[in-house]
């Protein structure tokens, strides 16, 4: 069944054929919508085309497609079940890995997608705090629940009406929005690192994070980490232990079951009795599988340091794009952590040539975003960097016969 036929079919029964961040009509034209296969670092699309994966769907997968270890995990809790009256006994294993894990956990609330686990963490806030508004920084990407959704698409100004914003870097902003929201703030949410879509990404100023743990403790207020986009990736630990900087929430997901869905909220001891009384909770929140899945994620990126891993190949990746750029004449900016890297070209307000660039890269077998950061997996050999690097490089000369340079 082709690509173009399944969108046919798709447009008929499911609205706008496909719809939220997977809509493929919203990337670039070209870019493929239904995919088949993935296998490593590799993905085939519904017409049976290959890729050099850049994007790890989005993030969830960080040791590879299909795992070895992750699979033959969550093959041995299925053949005993998944979904049963109560949660397995893996659940318990994987609160105290991560419990052990992550200084900042003293215990674990599981669920399934990463906005269950932003908006679980407010709610934990909000308990503790008997407060009712939030600090976030404009533009951050925190979930798609009414209150964090960027479309306002069935929302009610009601549903935002608790948030108050202030801009990322900005520890003045934070301060003059903290000034707005009076004595009623139950949690600053914040991303590890600013990663906007559309835009060149940024480190946190380490002052910037301090501050806003200063700025938390003074509020009476709690700090929230929104790590389900970086988490794993940068450091197993968190991703603001290596500042110095420990959350009272963290938000999890994404990468944390290389693939299988699941979400957590982790916390400090002092929320632990606000958080028990919460409801919150889910049909499929519980699943055995993904948590069994989960752990031994966790525990193979810890045993084969992951992260290096990943360190290593985005290095390479980063070095490797900044020369042929350099050749073909391009100005480009490479920004974020390397295994969360993006690329923007100077003066490409329109992304008329990162449209350009990365559709000729799938003409060559590299998937990678035009407008959205990328991700980088631990199944990243040298060799297959080198193989997304060939065809990066056609994709600039193609650019180049395009555009010409700069
Ligand atoms: N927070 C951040 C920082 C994210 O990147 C995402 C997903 N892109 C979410 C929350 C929401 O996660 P999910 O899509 O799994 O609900």
């Given at each position: ?13 499911v ?31 519904a ?5 050099v994966?850049?994007m790890?769907?989005w ?7 299909r ?7 969550a093959?041995a809790q ?27 956990a003293?215990?674990?609330m ?23 508004k ?7 990407y925190?979930?798609?629940?009414p ?7 069935g ?25 707005q929201a ?5 949690a ?16 946190a ?8 743990r ?25 991703s603001w232990?290596?500042?110095g900087?420990?959350p ?11 693939g299988?869905a ?11 009795g606000?958080a028990?009384?919460?409801y ?29 891993l990943?360190e290593?190949a ?25 295994q969360?890297?993006?690329l923007s ?17 799938l ?13 980088l ?10 193989r ?14 395009k555009?010409?340079g700069?």
């Amino acid at each position: 069944m082709s690509d173009a036929s399944l969108r046919e079919r798709a447009a008929k029964v499911v609205p706008g054929g496909m719809y939220g961040h997977l809509n493929a009509a919203i990337f670039a034209p070209g870019y493929p919508q239904f995919f088949v296969r993935g296998e490593g670092c590799r993905q085939w699309d519904a017409d049976g085309r290959e890729y050099v994966d850049l994007m790890c769907s989005w993030g969830p997968i960080i040791l590879g497609h299909r795992h070895p270890v992750v699979e033959a995990a969550a093959a041995a809790q299925r053949a005993e079940g998944d979904c049963l009256n109560g949660p397995g006994p893996v659940m318990v294993e994987l609160a105290e890995l991560m419990v052990d894990t992550i200084p900042s956990a003293d215990w674990v609330m599981f669920s399934k997608n990463g906005t269950d686990a932003t908006t679980q963490a407010l709610m934990v806030a909000r308990a503790a705090t008997g407060r009712a508004k939030v600090l976030v920084a404009h533009g951050a990407y925190h979930g798609s629940d009414p209150w964090c959704t960027p479309g306002p698409a069935g929302t009610t100004p009601s549903d935002r009406a608790d948030l108050v914003e202030f801009a990322y870097n900005d520890l003045a902003s934070a301060e003059a929005a903290a000034a707005q929201a009076g004595p009623d703030v139950a949690a600053i949410i914040v991303t590890p690192f600013k990663h906007d879509s559309f835009e060149d990404q940024a480190p946190a100023d380490p002052a910037f994070a301090r501050g806003l743990r200063a700025l938390a403790d003074r509020l009476g207020a709690a700090l929230v980490i929104d790590d389900v986009r970086a988490g794993f990736r940068l450091d197993l630990r968190g991703s603001w232990e290596s500042l110095g900087v420990r959350p009272d929430l963290t938000a999890w997901s994404k990468a944390m079951a290389n693939g299988y869905a699941i979400a957590a909220v982790t916390g400090t001891d002092a929320l632990r009795g606000p958080a028990q009384t919460l409801y919150s909770t889910g049909s499929f929140w519980f699943s055995a599988v993904p948590m069994a899945a989960a752990k031994a994620t966790i525990e193979t990126l810890r045993d084969v340091d992951g992260v290096a891993l990943m360190e290593r190949a985005g290095t390479r990746l980063r070095e490797g794009l900044a020369a042929q750029a350099a050749a073909h004449g391009f100005t480009v900016a490479q920004t974020g952590p390397v295994q969360i890297p993006w690329l923007s070209f100077a003066g490409d307000a329109t992304l008329e040539k990162a449209m350009y660039w990365s559709e000729a890269c799938l003409a060559e077998g590299v998937y990678l975003h035009p407008w959205h950061n990328w991700f980088l997996s631990a199944a990243h050999t040298d060799a297959d960097i080198d193989r997304a690097l060939l065809g990066t490089d056609t994709a600039f000369a193609r650019l180049r016969a395009k555009f010409g340079g700069d």
